[in-house]
């Protein structure tokens, strides 16, 4: 079974590094390594050129791509030049376990295998980056293997169904793996959900990255006319806190004044109880609440910009 490991890349010159080293150490090493980068203008090409002698020591087949163009448009032209029926793919910004490429391709030793769904985890250096994962992930706890849908950081696929549902959308440039994915569940293809194959995610840094990061994902969604139930009770918390607050304005009434204290005070806690024991320190009182609105702010900003984008 002939395998084609694919990645985009784009000004990746802080990450794309330790993606390459977790994949030359993999237990079962990939026929072939096709990356496709978009025009980027740092060091990320030198890097990925400098792995070239090491790669093809391992007698692995090498191929970089130059082609401007989104996530989608990169990784279609990536899957177009493989040589391989089975095609596996993460991005840049992840560290694969050893054991990825084995655990993920394990799956289509069945027959009746058509997509393979990799987990993910994070990879967190501060409290900040702990807090952040629980609003970014699948937590392990809320893991439902039988509604997982694949993201293109943790996933495998056979050619013939990337073909079949029509490639990744290069219409969409903030979610296409997501957009993929449904193409897929609705064409009904056989996904089989792996947990044991997993891949290490970066999460970013700081709030402004992370509001930059939510903004992206709920203007992709809109954009592509998919509307998550979470979003829409984002919406519904705060028109109702809008409402009182102009009832307030209006009328200077202290019950509807101490009405929104109770309601932020409820959302605070709320925010900390719900994601507390995956961090497990005392800062994230902090971080959490705090994570919690900034994400909401940019949910419904990203949201309305891509709904105006109809």
Known sequence: MKVSFVATVYNEESSIRVLLQSLLIQSRIPNEIIIVDGGSTDATMSIILNFKSQILNKQIGFKFIIKKGNRAVGRN???KNSSSEIIVCSDAGCILDKDWVRNITKPFERRNTDVVAGYYDGNAETI???????????MPDKVNPNNFLPATRSMAFKKSIWKKVGDFPEEFSNNEDYVFAKKLKKANVNIVFE??????WMPRNNIKDAFIMFYRFAKGDAES??????????????????FLVIIYVTSKSYIILNTLYLMLLIYVIWSIFKNFKYVKNIAAIYYLPLIQITSDCAIIAGTIKGLLAF
């Open 77 to 79: 032209e990536a899957i």
């Open 128 to 138: 900040f980056q702990k807090c952040l994962i629980p609003y970014v992930l699948v």
């Open 195 to 200: 947990k044991k194959t997993v891949v290490y």
């Open 225 to 242: 006319h998919i509307f998550r139930p979470k979003v829409a009770m984002i919406f519904s918390r705060y028109i109702i806190g809008l």
